[in-house]
């Protein structure tokens, strides 16, 4: 069964830093990975998707990688701002589910500091 | 494009009543939505996977009869959950894949937040 854990679970950073979210996954028969933003209420913001034949998606300040082979994705935020705070999840599709759902992590939540 | 609502997007009500959510794919059709649970602090489960014009699938622990999901067309599905207990109180979230795109990809509605007192 398919488990997403994401780390560190909060994180608080003064703005102008850059950082790395990680995310890890126990199946790496992934199809690809989706990192989302979800603001306090609110539903999800996709970010970023990584196919599972890619190594790096970017947007923007935003840059994901993706190591199947070890079963990791890292999110990299570069100059943070007081905007970016918010929590980051990461989700890959189930495929042992319901017709390819996905699987969420608990998420970062990301304090930005001004 | 592949914009998701959902109404309400808030709603309280009292113990034992029952509460009906919508989901709407805005901009294009949806072959499947999912509908997605999240108590505070944890991540979203999914709750059931519903396809138009056919039964939902429901996960293991989700109780049906309770949380009855119509999927009428292929741009609206409906969640009602009956009654409701405080137990109940979450954030509920669908999302819908897109037809004719990635397999996988999904775009997720705005969320509703259910109190129930």
């Known amino acids: 069964k398919q488990e997403v854990t994401q780390i560190p679970a909060a994180l608080s950073v003064p703005e102008g830093e850059n950082l790395v979210l990680n995310c890890s996954f126990t199946?790496?028969?992934?199809?690809?990975l989706q990192w989302f933003r979800q603001d306090p209420g609110k539903g999800l913001t996709s970010l970023l998707l990584?196919?599972?034949?890619?190594r790096e998606q970017t947007s923007g300040r935003l840059n994901a990688s993706l190591d199947k082979s070890s079963g990791r994705s890292t999110l990299y935020i570069a100059a943070s701002q007081p905007g970016d705070s918010a929590t980051y999840l990461c989700a890959v599709p189930n495929y042992g589910g319901s017709q390819g759902n996905l699987i969420f992590g608990k998420g970062t939540k990301l304090s930005v500091k001004p | 494009g592949a914009v998701v609502s959902q109404h309400p997007s808030w709603v309280i009500c009292k113990s034992g009543t029952s509460v009906k959510i919508e989901c709407r794919s805005l901009d294009f059709q949806a072959t499947t939505m999912f509908w997605y649970r999240q108590f505070p602090k944890q991540s979203l489960m999914l709750m059931a996977t519903s396809n138009e014009g056919s039964k939902a699938t429901y996960e293991q622990g989700v109780e049906k009869d309770k949380f009855l999901i119509n999927h009428a067309s292929l741009t609206l599905s409906t969640l009602t959950v009956t009654s409701a207990h405080p137990e109940d109180s979450s954030f509920y979230i669908c999302?819908?894949?897109?037809?004719?795109?990635?397999?996988?990809?999904?775009?997720f509605g705005p969320g509703t937040r259910l109190t129930v007192l």
């Open positions: 199946d790496s028969a992934i199809y690809n």
């Open positions: 999302s819908a894949r897109v037809r004719g795109r990635d397999y996988n990809e999904q775009f």
């Open positions: 990584i196919q599972s034949s890619q």
